[in-house]
């Protein structure tokens, strides 16, 4: 039984995922993630019924391709890092202009290939965006996956089977993935659901994966739709910094007075250097 994601995702919750599940209601009918990114935490609790969103269109494609169609995916993520193989350095950057110029009318399928493409052999597994260049992916070549490098290629011969059991849960119980803003997911939560929420976090950089400017404000609005949620009988798992390079958010704790919390330190890694590597302190906030 798989419980990673199938998308490496920087800065994901994979290493606290154990640590959230555990402060999950025993039951729950639906579980909603209005934040998905790589949908760690979704992969660990593996719940019956979910609904799932993102601003972002790539996890959602993503996941609606492994769930719908994973041959067809998969088969054109193969051609895509064969011809890597065969052409080098040259090949990722016509992939990733034509990516940038014809997503929006990609089917699930193929945007989500070219997206697990990009993704894998970019560098560093960096997800990052041009906000002013039509969300313009602009990760540069990560030297991976071709045959003058003396790399492996792209995938195994065990990553098509991940991808069928990947497929075959998202077709168990009823799981939806949708584009689509929290306000409105979190809206359809209601009596013994459960949500979880990462939202972009105002000390670090994460915000800029969903190209839009997230600060106060907007921490304030997700506390409320959260609050209107418990309103409903609905219960909320909330994950965000607390102390971050010297910094802390105070303000966090100031918002959700009245709930339960716990703090957890850890590191995230970016780059392959230890001096890259940032201690945080996050904060889970639930009811």
Same mark, same amino acid.
């Given at each position: 039984?798989?419980?990673?994601?199938?998308?490496?995702?920087?800065? @994901?919750?994979?290493?606290?995922?154990? =640590?959230?599940?555990?402060?999950?209601?025993?039951?729950?009918?639906?579980? /909603?993630?209005?934040? /998905?990114?790589?949908?760690?935490?979704?992969?660990?609790? +593996?719940?019956?019924? @979910?609904?799932? @969103?993102?601003?972002?269109? =790539?996890?959602?494609?993503?996941?609606?391709?492994?769930?719908?169609?994973?041959?067809?995916?998969?088969?054109?993520?193969?051609?895509?890092?064969?011809?890597?193989?065969?052409?080098?350095?040259?090949?990722?950057?016509?992939? %990733?202009?034509?990516?940038?110029?014809?997503?929006?009318?990609?089917?699930?399928?193929? +945007?989500?290939?070219?997206?697990?493409?990009?993704?894998?052999?970019?560098?560093?597994?960096?997800? %990052?965006?041009?906000?002013?260049?039509?969300?313009?992916?602009?990760?540069?070549?990560?030297?991976?996956?071709?045959?003058?490098?003396?790399?492996?290629?792209?995938?195994?011969?065990?990553? /098509?089977?991940?991808?069928?059991?990947?497929?075959?849960?998202?077709?168990?119980?009823?799981?939806?993935?949708?584009?689509?803003?929290?306000?409105?997911?979190?809206?359809?939560?209601?009596?013994?659901?459960?949500?979880?929420?990462?939202?972009?976090?105002?000390?670090?950089?994460?915000?800029?994966?969903?190209?839009?400017?997230?600060?106060?404000?907007?921490?304030?609005?997700? +506390?409320?739709?959260?609050?209107?949620?418990? @309103? %409903?009988?609905?219960?909320?798992?909330?994950?965000?910094?607390?102390?971050?390079?010297? =910094?802390?958010?105070?303000?966090?704790?100031?918002?959700?007075?009245? /709930?339960?919390?716990?703090?957890?330190?850890?590191?995230?890694?970016?780059?392959?250097?230890?001096?890259? +590597?940032?201690?945080?302190?996050?904060?889970?906030?639930?009811?």
């Amino acid at each position: 039984m798989l419980i990673k994601s199938p998308i490496k995702w920087m800065g @994901s919750k994979a290493k606290l995922a154990d =640590e959230i599940v555990k402060l999950f209601p025993t039951t729950f009918n639906i579980y /909603f993630e209005p934040f /998905f990114g790589s949908g760690a935490v979704f992969f660990k609790s +593996r719940p019956i019924n @979910s609904y799932c @969103s993102d601003l972002m269109g =790539e996890p959602i494609a993503v996941m609606n391709a492994i769930k719908n169609s994973p041959e067809k995916m998969y088969k054109k993520f193969k051609e895509l890092s064969d011809e890597l193989w065969e052409r080098d350095e040259d090949f990722y950057y016509k992939v %990733r202009e034509f990516y940038n110029n014809g997503k929006d009318i990609m089917n699930d399928a193929t +945007r989500a290939a070219y997206f697990l493409f990009l993704l894998r052999a970019g560098f560093n597994g960096v997800i %990052r965006f041009n906000a002013k260049k039509n969300n313009s992916w602009n990760v540069p070549f990560g030297k991976r996956g071709t045959k003058t490098l003396k790399k492996t290629k792209l995938y195994n011969s065990e990553f /098509f089977d991940e991808i069928l059991q990947h497929s075959e849960f998202l077709r168990s119980g009823t799981k939806i993935f949708k584009v689509e803003s929290f306000e409105t997911a979190i809206l359809k939560a209601k009596q013994n659901d459960i949500i979880y929420a990462d939202p972009p976090y105002t000390k670090t950089s994460s915000k800029k994966r969903y190209n839009m400017s997230w600060g106060i404000e907007d921490d304030k609005k997700l +506390r409320d739709t959260l609050v209107s949620a418990v @309103s %409903r009988g609905a219960n909320f798992m909330l994950s965000n910094i607390i102390e971050y390079k010297g =910094e802390t958010n105070g303000y966090i704790l100031d918002l959700y007075n009245g /709930f339960k919390y716990k703090f957890i330190k850890h590191q995230y890694i970016i780059g392959p250097k230890a001096k890259t +590597r940032q201690q945080v302190k996050e904060i889970l906030i639930y009811s």
